[in-house]
């Protein structure tokens, strides 16, 4: 009977649909691995996760499969990697994780309980596995239950029934502000149950909306925490359990600091922007820089992301734009190393004016020309991306998607919005964190790179004279509480006037929130950091006449 196991783990940034690349990514990591048992790689590592209906391609899988073989091939000699991959046999399609050993695959285990909610939509492409037992691993009895499979008793159960002398999770669990707490919760719970020890490896990365944190970690059968992975990079650990009586216990090993909230949200943003702009194999990125506090946190988040060099702004003033805006938005890519660009958009919007003369004639002007405004910037930037390849970087924050404080084919241009799911008041509080501080990977300067005055003057479209933004909307602090309760908790207008909020104020936000789905449908994707993100996790109907009286 051997007294001691050792694991690799391999807290990894796969590309989705990359199965080449995946698979020398893992060949790597197992030579690099040294003499240990076990390499235990992430969930539907060999494809990317999640592949949503990519996988249901068969070729695709087939592909995967292959790969997955290769690798295993590439090793006869090795110690075992365990890694997941989708799995296609007698024509049934799951979540698997495959078990290989001298240079073949040993043994299958497949995801049971497919989550179907908020993200994720697993029940739509695979089928749930059987009930799992362990598997023998140079004679130690592994359970390897696939993310949400601890989530809730029965499999870790089934496993701990079965012989399982340890549990290790191959997990692709995205980022929320409270996850990494709700995980650790979840996994203390069936350490609990079963008396087992756990190691839970996450991936790392952005896959379009979604940011995965990594923050792998490994608890004792005593619930102690042993070891701890960092948060949003890539990390590789040896880990070794040794036998004690009839139990086997982690020893020591490293133990990263996780980051607080705003350096957590401001490194997910950063991560997410990367990894979208650098997957899709973009040079550069553009953005509408306005003197603005929208346009200003993307253009830092975009330069500690990808570097100054990187980054292009373009200023275009029109004859609302006041010189305050000028001046902070050229301090804004002083500070942070930008190409900086003054691009007036007057003859633009003067042709579109004489142009709309003859159509528009005995009406007053409105909304429509403040729209040409935005809609000749988005052109703008569109233009200068299809020009020189870089991707246009979208700015508006969660309140203005919320309510449609945004104009279609205009400032809604672009491929990509890092503050997609952050309210204004996230915004200010994340701009002031970051003048003080520059998280672990960021490229940008130190210091001050947002100025105060842009933090506290007050918010302005500038599309029209003296504009400001609580001209058409409540205070921000205000719509951000109303707005919190109506996305994220689902709450009754009755529920949200009992804490003492104006109930005309509420029920207009509503109706405002419900008549911008359109707009929201056809947005840039963005990084995802609350529960109830638009795109994936809340999704409602355009045409709905619902309003809760």
């Given at each position: ?291 603005g506090i929208d346009s200003a946190i993307c253009a830092a988040l975009a330069v500690d992301a990808l570097g100054a060099e990187r980054v292009h702004c373009i200023m275009m003033p029109y004859r609302y734009t006041s010189n305050e805006s000028l001046s902070d ?221």
């Amino acid at each position: 009977m051997r007294d001691r196991f050792t694991i690799r783990l391999e807290q990894l940034n796969p590309t989705m649909g990359d199965l080449a690349g995946n698979r020398e990514m893992a060949e790597a990591a197992v030579r690099a691995a040294g003499d240990v048992d076990l390499v235990l790689f992430t969930e539907l590592f060999i494809t990317g996760y999640p592949p949503e209906d990519l996988v249901t391609k068969r070729s695709f899988t087939e592909r995967a499969m292959a790969e997955v073989k290769r690798l295993a091939a590439a090793f006869p000699d090795g110690p075992a990697i365990a890694i997941g991959t989708p799995w296609l046999e007698d024509g049934v399609l799951t979540n698997a994780v495959a078990v290989l050993k001298g240079g073949k695959v040993v043994a299958t285990r497949h995801k049971v309980d497919l989550p179907n909610y908020d993200e994720f939509d697993e029940k739509r492409v695979f089928t749930p596995g059987p009930m799992p037992g362990p598997v023998d691993i140079d004679g130690v009895r592994v359970g390897l239950p696939v993310c949400e499979d601890i989530w809730t008793p029965d499999v870790v159960e089934c496993l701990a029934e079965t012989g399982a002398e340890m549990l290790l999770v191959p997990n692709g669990s995205p980022y929320t502000r409270t996850k990494q707490d709700t995980r650790m919760q979840v996994a203390v719970a069936r350490v609990v149950e079963s008396g087992l020890p756990l190691v839970y490896l996450n991936q790392i990365g952005g896959q379009d909306e979604l940011i995965f944190d990594g923050a792998s970690f490994v608890l004792a059968a005593d619930r102690s925490l042993t070891a701890q992975l960092p948060a949003f990079k890539p990390a590789s650990a040896t880990v070794s359990f040794v036998r004690e009586g009839d139990g086997w216990v982690p020893e020591p090993g490293p133990m990263a600091q996780l980051p607080e909230l705003h350096e957590a949200e401001w490194t997910a943003a950063m991560l997410g922007l990367r990894d979208y702009v650098n997957k899709n194999r973009f040079p550069s990125v553009v953005i509408g820089l306005s003197g603005g506090i929208d346009s200003a946190i993307c253009a830092a988040l975009a330069v500690d992301a990808l570097g100054a060099e990187r980054v292009h702004c373009i200023m275009m003033p029109y004859r609302y734009t006041s010189n305050e805006s000028l001046s902070d938005a050229a301090d804004v890519a002083e500070r942070l190393g930008v190409r900086y660009d003054i691009v007036p958009i007057a003859p633009a919007v003067e042709g579109f004016s004489e142009q709309l003369a003859p159509v528009f004639n005995g009406r007053a002007p409105d909304v429509t020309e403040e729209n040409i405004q935005s809609r000749v910037r988005g052109t703008t930037l569109m233009a200068v991306s299809n020009k020189f390849g870089g991707m246009v970087v979208t700015t508006g924050n969660k309140s203005e998607v919320s309510v449609g404080y945004a104009t279609l084919y205009g400032d809604m241009n672009g491929g990509y919005n890092p503050i997609k799911d952050l309210y204004k008041t996230e915004v200010f509080a994340l701009c002031r964190w970051r003048n003080g501080a520059k998280p672990e990977g960021a490229l940008g300067p130190d210091g001050v790179v947002i100025p105060e005055r842009i933090i506290d003057k007050p918010p302005t479209a500038e599309l029209r004279e003296n504009q400001k933004d609580e001209d058409s909307l409540p205070p921000y602090a205000t719509l951000d509480g109303i707005l919190r309760r109506l996305i994220e908790d689902q709450a009754s207008v009755s529920d949200i006037v009992a804490e003492g909020f104006d109930e005309a104020t509420v029920r207009r936000v509503e109706h405002l929130l419900h008549i911008a789905e359109y707009k929201r449908r056809q947005a840039a994707p963005g990084v995802k950091f609350s529960p109830k993100a638009f795109g994936r996790d809340r999704r409602y109907p355009i045409v709905n006449r619902f309003r809760d009286v």
